[in-house]
């Protein structure tokens, strides 16, 4: 079995360049299959989710060649079917954009539904309910959802949740559909923007990513590009979390500060000293930090996807914080976890109520989920002992290199392998 063990204490300093972003880069990626020509993806991260996307793109037909560490260039022009392979889209949840990719170049698609995951159901009715106004109809058959349209037309859609993945879907089924598509109550993350340039820069129309109101003007086709993904703001906020929770001082480099707004603004109202520069951070702290409230938005407000990690730091803050989750129904089940390092953290629904405690400790813990993942690492990085980290997959899939980052920044951490326990048998 894989782990990360991490011995706490030690400051975070130095500098750390942060890679493209795991969420925008998992919505380009489908969407190069609108292209009639060859893309060119540059400052793509390294990491499992977008391999897993590749690999299922190649499975298609299409020919996927990496120039470098974090360069794609990749040929849709030969997939033929719009079918996508059953084992590998279960086991990510943004393969759905496979859908509206595949809607929107050969009026149907087939693909597996998409998984769940540790922090409750994830319903893709929005999706389908944008499908449904461009003039598609859906049916389940065998798990998979197939997707088809006589002739794909433009539509209003009024979205009844700000959902980042119905965005997506509908923003990729529409940009090739017949006439004009308006998305309202749209939502407004960097990589919505981002995802927006990219279709653009392949010859799209459309306008108004990053507002409320998204407006696609449909066109016939659209070209090879050669595009640069934005900067991942959730791997920045991580590792300025985990800078905070080591009383560190660090710089990032490779960000938008923009991006960064709801984040800085809660590690500074923590007390965290944070200067802001063109396209880097500088992230300083010492003694121990305040508490805080935070409630879980959608963009512009806290990310949700941050929500883990500013809670391990508030764990071992001055006083006692609130955390309202307000995006997912599930997503405090890490808290277990931390309480094995000495968490006083009590969870009612979506608010949890953290009392800090002078530190933590060490101890062996699971992660639960991506960022709860991150989550633990942030806090055994603070922590008085050894950490030992497990199901270390789940971090892999959306951090590039994160133990090697750290241990430039000076870090005590490292992956093991150990053999399988064996189980005892009654
Ligand atoms: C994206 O998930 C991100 N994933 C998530 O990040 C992130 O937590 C989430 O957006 C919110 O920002 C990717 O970008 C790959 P939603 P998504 O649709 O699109 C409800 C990470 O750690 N909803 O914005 O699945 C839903 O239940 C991951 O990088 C419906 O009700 O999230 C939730 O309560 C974890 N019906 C809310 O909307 C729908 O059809 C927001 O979900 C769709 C969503």
Not at 310 to 330: F, K, P, R
Request: proline fraction near 3%; hydrophobic fraction near 40%; aromatic fraction near 4%.
């Amino acid at each position: 079995m894989k782990k990360i063990v991490i011995n706490g204490g030690n400051k975070l300093q130095g500098k750390v360049r942060i890679s493209g972003a795991k969420n925008a880069a998992v919505a380009i990626l489908p969407a190069v299959i609108l292209s009639d020509g060859v893309c060119r993806i540059e400052n793509i991260p390294n990491i499992m989710d977008v391999n897993l996307m590749a690999n299922i793109l190649h499975q298609m037909g299409a020919s996927v060649n990496r120039i470098n560490k974090t360069t794609l260039e990749i040929d849709p022009t030969h997939i033929t079917k719009p079918v996508a392979n059953y084992e590998l889209v279960r086991k990510m949840r943004a393969s759905c954009y496979l859908l509206g990719a595949l809607l929107g170049k050969f009026s149907q698609a087939e693909v597996a539904l998409p998984g769940g995951c540790n922090f409750g159901v994830r319903p893709i009715d929005q999706h389908l309910k944008g499908f449904g106004v461009l003039g598609a109809e859906h049916s389940v058959v065998g798990g998979m959802i197939h997707v088809r349209a006589q002739h794909l037309t433009g539509g209003h859609v009024y979205l009844d949740v700000v959902s980042v993945g119905a965005t997506v879907n509908i923003m990729l089924a529409a940009v090739k559909a017949d006439g004009k598509t308006v998305i309202e109550n749209a939502a407004k993350e960097p990589h919505i923007v981002d995802l927006a340039n990219f279709l653009n820069s392949m010859g799209a129309d459309v306008r108004g990513a990053g507002t409320d109101v998204i407006k696609i003007n449909g066109v016939k086709h659209l070209n090879g590009t050669t595009y640069s993904i934005i900067p991942d703001q959730i791997e920045a906020g991580t590792y300025m979390a985990a800078a905070a929770a080591t009383g560190g001082d660090v710089v990032l480099q490779n960000v938008i500060s923009k991006h960064l707004e709801s984040i800085t603004a809660k590690l500074r109202e923590m007390g965290v000293e944070i200067e802001e520069y063109d396209d880097c951070v500088h992230v300083r702290h010492q003694g121990r930090l305040r508490r805080c409230n935070v409630k879980t938005m959608p963009h512009p407000g806290f990310p949700t996807d941050m929500q883990p990690q500013i809670t391990a730091l508030l764990a071992a803050a001055d006083g006692t914080s609130i955390v309202n989750e307000a995006v997912w129904d599930h997503r405090f089940r890490y808290i277990d976890e931390l309480k094995r390092m000495g968490a006083d953290i009590s969870v009612d629904g979506k608010i949890a109520v953290v009392q800090g405690v002078e530190r933590l400790n060490g101890a062996p813990v699971k992660a639960t989920d991506l960022r709860a993942g991150a989550a633990m690492i942030i806090a055994a990085l603070s922590a008085e002992g050894t950490t030992y980290i497990e199901d270390i997959e789940h971090i892999e899939r959306g951090y590039e290199d994160i133990v090697e980052k750290l241990q430039g920044l000076g870090a005590d951490i490292k992956v093991i392998y150990t053999e399988e326990p064996s189980v005892q048998t009654a």
